[in-house]
């Protein structure tokens, strides 16, 4: 089972109180209101649409999260309501067995306060100690903001998938970035 194993209080640059810690399978309506509202946002910052993945859909991400060795789910709780979250799974190719795949979201006015950089600091020291070597993500480039909070803690640009993905009526394309956990 991957589990964190702890809870970590953090105070945010606004004074809030935040709690990262394992997801729980209760956690999945918070979890879906969350990203619901995210996904509604004017710019699109997530492959996913409101109404698209149902609590129920991530009861089983949950659950398939904390049986799997290697991957992780976290929240970050504020005042007990899901204010973000983060999944980290290994690449499916045994050949990169040593590379994890990172995706997380951040409630609006849970941003620049510090929320974000806490759940992907915590999730980064919980890779490293499970023997990854590399974190990859994908970002919509037009999501400049996001792109400089990775670039702050280590990522780096390492490519660009023309239309990978469908949102609406619109493509997107996807920028992948990287960061080493370890040296080479």
Do not use: C
């Amino acid at each position: 089972m991957a589990r964190l194993g702890r809870e970590i209080e953090v105070k945010l640059a606004d004074g809030r109180a935040l709690v990262v810690r394992d997801a729980r399978k209760r956690d999945a309506r918070g979890v879906t209101e969350m990203l619901d509202a995210v996904a509604a946002e004017p710019q699109a910052t997530l492959v996913l649409q409101p109404g698209e993945a149902s609590p129920a859909d991530w009861r089983r991400r949950i659950i398939d999260s904390i049986r799997a060795p290697r991957s992780l789910f976290l929240i970050a709780d504020s005042a007990g309501s899901v204010v973000g979250n983060l999944g980290l799974w290994p690449d499916a190719n045994p050949a990169s067995a040593h590379v994890a795949w990172l995706g997380m979201s951040v409630a609006d006015g849970f941003r620049g306060v510090g929320a974000g950089g806490a759940l992907l600091e915590t999730a980064l020291e919980w890779a490293a100690s499970a023997g990854f070597r590399r974190v990859v993500l994908g970002v919509f480039p037009e999501n400049a903001r996001a792109m400089g909070f990775y670039e702050r803690h280590g990522f780096v640009r390492e490519g660009l998938r023309r239309e990978q993905y469908r949102r609406g009526d619109g493509y997107h394309d996807e920028v992948l970035m990287a960061r080493p956990l370890t040296g080479p």
